[in-house]
């Protein structure tokens, strides 16, 4: 009988949020307006808006114009509901998400019974006839490519101002100190400062408006999408726009509404006809909240909450709270994540110039360390604004999108993009903010498991390239993407870590290992004896999206292979992983004694005449000899597979092969310049690393700091942020008796000689902060939740070190 997939559900009901008492609401509400009003103008007449003039704190992004498109606007986000903010003095602009408006199913079907044709692709692969197996999987495996329906932004908020005189002193920020953007500016003598934030405290988006003369704001209000919406007034201060996400009428999706509310102090309000006008305010806050009936646990069975309802409560709420609680409830809020981790590699001079221009200075060569040490801060910004716990994960583009059909759906692949940008989540102190990945993945295991089942006649859990919110898992597509089943395992390493960086064995007991075992389940059937080895092989199956000439016929192409380097390096993982949670979890049973005999018989990659390790089984010529993917070198990294110590030999065609890649045109898109990074880290190579994590700057990053793949695409953002990391830090191995090894700055660029980093976690359940000058280690603190051992590894030095419970352990002197 089969075995029930157990774990307790993560999903939670997504349709509130806990608020704060808000007591004393209406002693609150008359203090409100003159707090407001003292405490904004003070900040427009002390704030320096303009040259720039002066150092700057490290962690803004800064220009001295509004954004002319979108990849100069700078994106806020409480993990669920964001904006991008274009800071334009005559007409701002808000563009708006809520992370669930999706156009709609259907979800692909399953070719019932694909199997048999597997069975006999796996024959012919043997038999050596690619282009064949290709073609029947192609004909017999593969459903449909999904029809097109995408992530969708949420709408516009447009703010015409009715400003007479030419602006001066402009500038605009994201302070990513205090989650808040803030585009300040002079016209006709008023200084007029305008402030945006997203509280997951509140669920709404906060604009502020205030000027430093009395009766200056004057503007109009409205709201927009380019499809699907109808528009309304709501009393005299409130907007509301509403719809159902579709594709061009088709692929009905997720019911949406969104409202915004504007509380003018002084002057006049009118509306009417979709809009709100303002005359002669002295300040003006807007709120905006959002709701949809997506329902994450049961995509299929909408939410029935009352739309309307939803929004109109969190506005009033939030607007009843006076804004100086507000924000600060919100600063305290982001500030729990965002300040865990400090990070300083010297050149901090270089912030006195606006982003656009130091980015525009290291395109044309420069070095900007200050502007890396942001870019690694931004990234933990992005994950913080784009995944929070009961969110979904962020998807290609975080939560931030502005196209009704968005590149790839803005959808979550799983054949690398979705897992790097959960990349940085545990080192960089972010663990919750993981938790959105736990959930979605989770919530794939019931399709998964049809999926196995149908198209494999298998047990456990499968998910192919690629997935969205409709929790779909099939081969659909080509098969040079889609012939993947190997999505779903490397998810679950996610899970693993976890309990690595933070042991918590609840964890791992309810979570983590239910989810690897159900993958285990899926690869213990799925591996195949190769009669030429006799070892186990995965597929058929691509090599992510790679494809190889068929030594039959050079002219003639293919795609899949039987053990791909990477199918073997995932299933080593995940069969590792299952044996590591047993042990730790006392469970001995015929489960655990299939995963070690599969263990002992797996295939492992294999070197190449050339010296390279090899993508394939064979040795192939590729056809794009610069792939992107480098998904062959998997082990060495987010895997650990393959390191110094315990496999030197693949170290050296690990290092061919990304050489060999580069000199081909490798590392084009953004994720595939941040795995290098990461490789190269992981590697020891500080000046290969340096100089990937400057060509990820100056090749593919925009004037708002987001990753290009071209287009923009947020996973090159997390990525570089872990291999920023993991430049200072490394923690994936231990010793012989399970010890953890910390590594102090295993590949620092020697154009960082002097800085610091604080918080950064290693596995085993440690903190780190690191301290060194002219090149060279001067101090490291660890701490730790209980008292516990580790090494650390300084160069060629290792020491032993015992950390008691809750206290930090500095140490300055290496021996
Ligand atoms: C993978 C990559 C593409 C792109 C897409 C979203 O399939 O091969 O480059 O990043 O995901």
Not at 113 to 136: C, H, P, T, V, W
Not at 203 to 214: F, G, Q, S
Not at 343 to 365: C, I, M, W, Y
Not at 658 to 679: D, Q, V
């Amino acid at each position: 009988m089969k075995e029930a997939f157990q774990f307790q559900s993560r999903m939670k009901n997504r349709s509130g949020i806990k608020r704060k008492s808000t007591a004393n609401i209406k002693a609150m509400a008359v203090c409100f307006s003159l707090i407001f009003f003292f405490q904004y103008n003070a900040m427009a007449q002390t704030s320096n808006p303009g040259t720039g003039s002066g150092v700057e704190d490290n962690n803004k992004l800064w220009y001295l114009e509004p954004a002319s498109d979108w990849m100069e606007a700078l994106p806020i986000g409480n993990g669920k509901i964001g904006a991008m903010v274009f800071g334009g003095v005559e007409q701002e602009k808000l563009q708006l998400n809520e992370e669930s408006v999706w156009a709609g199913p259907p979800i692909p079907e399953n070719r019932v019974g694909a199997y048999k044709s597997i069975e006999k692709a796996r024959e012919l692969i043997f038999q050596g006839d690619y282009a064949e197996a290709n073609k029947l999987v192609q004909d017999d495996v593969m459903g449909p490519r999904i029809a097109p329906r995408s992530y969708q932004p949420l709408g516009d908020l447009i703010l015409d101002f009715k400003l007479q005189g030419i602006p001066s002193n402009y500038r605009r920020e994201l302070d990513i100190n205090n989650a808040i953007a803030k585009t300040s500016f002079e016209v006709e003598g008023v200084n007029y400062t305008r402030e945006y934030f997203s509280s997951a405290i509140d669920d709404a988006i906060v604009v502020v408006l205030t000027a430093d003369k009395r009766n200056s704001i004057s503007l109009e209000l409205k709201m927009q999408r380019d499809a699907d919406f109808e528009v309304a007034n709501v009393g005299k201060n409130r907007l509301k726009m509403w719809g159902q996400a579709s594709q061009k009428g088709k692929h009905l999706g997720v019911k949406y509404e969104t409202q915004m509310m504007a509380v003018p102090k002084g002057g006049d309000i009118k509306s009417g006809n979709g809009t709100i006008s303002i005359s002669n305010a002295n300040s003006v806050v807007l709120f905006i909240s959002a709701a949809t009936d997506y329902n994450a646990a049961a995509p299929f069975s909408p939410l029935t909450h009352n739309l309307n309802t939803v929004c109109a409560t969190k506005l009033k709420k939030a607007a009843k709270r006076s804004l100086n609680k507000l924000k600060e409830d919100h600063i305290a809020d982001y500030q729990n994540y965002f300040n865990r981790v400090a990070l300083d590699l010297g050149g901090l001079k270089e912030s006195a110039r606006p982003t656009n221009e130091r980015l525009e200075a290291v395109v044309n060569g420069a070095d900007d360390p200050a502007l890396m040490a942001l870019y690694f801060q931004y990234g933990r910004y992005l994950l913080i604004s784009s995944s929070r716990p009961g969110s979904l994960p962020a998807n290609l583009q975080g939560i931030w999108n502005n196209h009704l059909a968005a590149p790839w759906n803005s959808d979550y692949h799983t054949n690398i993009n979705m897992q790097m940008n959960y990349w940085p989540a545990e080192v960089t102190n972010l663990s919750e903010c993981h938790e959105p990945f736990f959930d979605f993945i989770e919530s794939l295991v019931p399709t998964g498991q049809k999926t196995a089942k149908e198209v494999y006649n298998s047990d456990g859990f499968v998910v192919h390239h690629a997935t969205d919110v409709w929790h779909w898992t099939s081969p659909i597509g080509k098969v040079q993407y889609g012939m993947w089943p190997m999505g779903g395992a490397w998810c679950t390493r996610h899970f693993m870590e976890h309990y690595n960086f933070n042991g918590d064995t609840a964890f791992l007991k309810d979570h983590a290992y239910p989810i690897m075992k159900e993958s285990a389940k899926f690869l213990l059937d799925w591996l195949t004896k190769d009669p030429r080895s006799g070892k186990l092989v995965s597929g058929p199956s691509t090599s992510p999206e790679n494809k190889f000439y068929t030594p039959k016929d050079p002219e003639v192409f293919a795609n899949l292979d039987m053990g791909n380097a990477m199918d073997q390096e995932i299933i080593w993982e995940n069969f590792t992983n299952v044996l590591e949670a047993a042990e730790i979890l006392k469970i001995e049973d015929e489960f655990v004694e299939r995963v070690k005999e599969a263990l002992a018989n797996l295939s492992l990659p294999k070197i190449g005449s050339d010296g390279r390790l090899m993508e394939w089984s064979q040795e192939f010529e590729e056809v794009d000899k610069g792939h992107r993917h480098l998904s062959h070198l998997y082990g060495l990294y987010p895997g650990n597979q393959f390191t110094e110590n315990k496999t030197p030999y693949y170290i050296d065609a690990i290092n061919r092969s990304i050489e060999y890649r580069l000199s081909n045109g490798g590392g084009h898109t953004g994720w595939s310049r941040a795995w290098i990074i990461n490789f190269y880290a992981r590697l020891g190579n500080s000046e290969k690393a340096y100089e990937n994590i400057k060509a990820l700057l100056a090749k593919s990053t925009a004037k708002n700091l987001f990753d290009y793949h071209p287009p923009f695409q947020i996973d090159g953002n997390f990525g570089g942020t872990a291999g920023i990391a993991e430049t200072l830090m490394q923690s994936h191995e231990t010793d012989e008796s399970g010890v953890t090894i910390i590594r102090l700055l295993p590949a620092l660029p020697s154009e960082w000689p002097t800085g610091s980093v604080s918080g950064l976690k290693a596995r085993g359940g440690f903190e780190v902060d690191v301290v060194w000058r002219n090149g060279a280690l001067e101090s490291v603190s660890v701490m730790s939740k209980e008292d516990k051992t580790c090494k650390l590894q300084i160069g060629e030095v290792t020491m032993s070190i015992e950390v008691s419970a809750g206290s930090k352990q500095t140490i300055t002197e290496f021996k």
